[in-house]
């Protein structure tokens, strides 16, 4: 059997009436005809919409295998593909053979031709991508991913694969997943590190930051495509313990020229979605929130306007909003802030900058006036925060001193360091959480659902 077999998109967009066809696939739905033939809608993944597969009795192997064609069970069928009567698709396949490669019993199999909901489908994440809304969130994720790529890669950026198990903690927050093969201490006595695999205390890494700025400033931009880990506790639907990152570097940059290559990055993603993924996009304006395509083309028509998060802070107190978290200058704006700002008061994306230094890492670049830092996120109706970034600190003396005032031993970064001792430059970068940007793609609501297997405070399965 083929691999390079057509596809149920191909032939249901593509291919013209009158081909010879081989094609295998899952069978969502069977009627039987008490005239002597089958109706069976067959999927392979391929896009939303099933291919129609008429079999008359007098297809060899009908009698015996029919019936066994329930929802769930894989087949094989040749036939010639034709025109079709029907208007809701252009084309169904007349089977000339059928070939039953895997049953699925339709008594225990979970997956019937009903609604279930999402929290449901969690519980068996194996089968879930067999339903529609996970089928269609598996192409969007991929489009995503190759647009990412094709972005970075048309821009002359190198793919940097930086490690996964690393020594640094990039935010400085300490919510970290510790790698070790040392046996737990049973005695109270600390750990002696010295002792483990890599002699001294290593985690799977929250970001690969650091080690892009390495090949930033010696190769041009780079960009890292990977995952990474939060050991937070939180158990919400917005948080992951393990996620994926796109995170670019780009030497001889600063705060505006790394906002305007946000903007474009979020665009480009958005465009390509709509263009390559319309069928699934517009199940999910159908299905699961009716102002996604509304939402996504606002982010489209729109320049980001810029927002500095004084005067961000400064048109949430004057709201007159009650707010769950109050907001004061000095304190980090909450989702709920994020979405005023966007869905509210200016009605499309924003990027708010310079924030207070107080609550963010040592590496971003500090503004003369003492109190702030060169940082910026990308808000955007439907999702609030959906980039994160900064110019870099690349000036030795100042870092020195915010690895002191952050409470951080510069003899962990002395690589970082080097990098500002021997011909440093002004560089900027951000990070985009891919789960994040295929929740404002959807309109899902939970962000377990937009990653193929969640992991989260006391979830491993699968």
Not at 306 to 328: H, I, M, N
Request: proline share 5%; with cysteine; net charge negative.
């Amino acid at each position: 059997m083929a691999n390079t077999a057509p596809r149920v998109a191909s032939l249901l967009y593509e291919v013209e009436p009158g081909a010879k066809v081989d094609i295998s696939g899952w069978v969502r739905t069977r009627r039987d005809s008490k005239h002597g033939f089958s109706f069976v809608e067959l999927n392979d993944g391929s896009c939303m919409s099933n291919l129609q597969v008429v079999v008359n009795a007098d297809v060899p192997g009908y009698e015996e295998t029919i019936k066994e064609m329930t929802t769930g069970s894989s087949v094989r069928f040749t036939g010639d593909l034709k025109e079709s009567p029907g208007a809701k698709q252009r084309v169904e396949l007349h089977a000339e053979s059928l070939e039953l490669l895997g049953t699925a019993d339709a008594e225990s199999y979970p997956l019937q031709k009903k609604r279930h909901s999402f929290e449901f489908l969690r519980e068996i994440a194996h089968l879930r991508p067999r339903t529609n809304t996970f089928g269609a969130i598996a192409r969007v994720r991929n489009c995503v991913s190759r647009a990412i790529h094709d972005f970075f890669q048309e821009r002359t950026f190198l793919y940097v694969q930086t490690p996964i198990i690393t020594t640094s903690d990039c935010e400085g927050a300490g919510e970290m997943f510790t790698v070790t093969t040392l046996n737990p201490s049973t005695d109270g006595k600390p750990v002696d590190y010295t002792e483990d695999f890599f002699g001294k205390k290593a985690s799977l890494t929250v970001s690969g930051q650091l080690e892009g700025e390495i090949y930033a400033t010696a190769v041009g931009p780079v960009y890292t495509f990977g995952p990474t880990f939060r050991a937070e506790n939180s158990n919400t639907t917005r948080h992951l313990s393990e996620f994926w990152m796109v995170e670019p570097e780009v030497p001889f940059c600063d705060l505006e020229g790394n906002m305007q290559l946000a903007e474009d990055f979020i665009k480009n993603i958005v465009k390509r979605c709509l263009d390559e993924c319309a069928e699934d996009m517009k199940f999910f304006n159908d299905r699961i929130d009716k102002t996604v395509l509304e939402t996504l083309n606002n982010i489209l028509k729109h320049e980001f306007k810029r927002v500095s998060y004084t005067e961000a802070v400064e048109l949430l107190v004057q709201s007159g909003k009650k707010w769950d978290y109050p907001v004061e200058w000095g304190t980090n704006l909450q989702a709920e802030h994020e979405r005023w700002l966007t869905e509210e008061h200016f009605k499309q994306p924003i990027i708010v900058f310079d924030y207070p230094r107080s609550f963010k890492p040592f590496y971003m670049y500090c503004n003369e006036d003492g109190k702030t830092v060169r940082a910026m996120d990308v808000l955007v109706p439907g999702v609030g925060e959906i980039i994160g970034g900064s110019q870099r600190e690349h000036r030795l003396d100042v870092l020195e001193s915010r690895f002191e005032e952050c409470g951080l031993d510069p003899e962990e970064y002395w690589w970082y360091l080097d990098l500002r001792r021997y011909g440093s430059v002004p560089h900027a970068g951000f990070g985009l959480g891919l789960e994040r940007m295929i929740l404002l793609l959807t309109g899902m609501q939970n962000i377990r659902d937009v990653i193929p297997f969640p992991r989260t405070p006391n979830h491993a399965e699968f």
